[in-house]
Nanobody, 119 residues
Framework: VQLQASGGGLVQAGGSLRLSCANS????????WAWFRQAPGTARDIVAA????????YYADSAKGRFTISRDNAENLVYLQMNRLKPEDTAVYYC?????????????WGQGTQVTVSS
């Protein structure tokens, strides 16, 4: 499993970004995928997660109502649509894959993509 995250950038508060994560390794259609984020001086926290079929999701409270996680198993892609962005969303965002559960056991990680939200 080799994950590559992209789509980060600089956006004004209230704007939107869509992050993408591609898996160039073996197929992971039955894996759980998630997005985490880490701001300077803080722990890496889960933002959103989705199961293999895409019909079960988890969102951190900070992401509920603003972010949407989705996946395209045919293309081995996972997306994070982020709307109504806030300065506190500024962080490095990482995609990850787990064979264990929706909110745990994430053993495979992408390299991270920087999201900066200006006020």
């Amino acid at each position: 499993v080799q994950l590559q995250a992209s789509g980060g950038g600089l956006v004004q508060a209230g704007g939107s970004l869509r992050l993408s994560c591609a898996n160039s390794g073996r197929t992971t259609s039955n894996y759980f995928w998630a997005w985490f984020r880490q701001a300077p001086g803080t722990a890496r926290d889960i933002v959103a997660a989705v199961n293999g079929d895409g019909d079960d999701t988890y969102y951190a409270d900070s992401a509920k109502g603003r972010f949407t996680i989705s996946r395209d198993n045919a293309e081995n892609l996972v997306y994070l649509q982020m709307n109504r962005l806030k300065p506190e969303d500024t962080a490095v965002y990482y995609c990850a894959a787990s064979s264990k559960s929706l909110i745990g056991g994430y053993a495979y990680w992408g390299q991270g993509t920087q999201v900066t939200v200006s006020s």
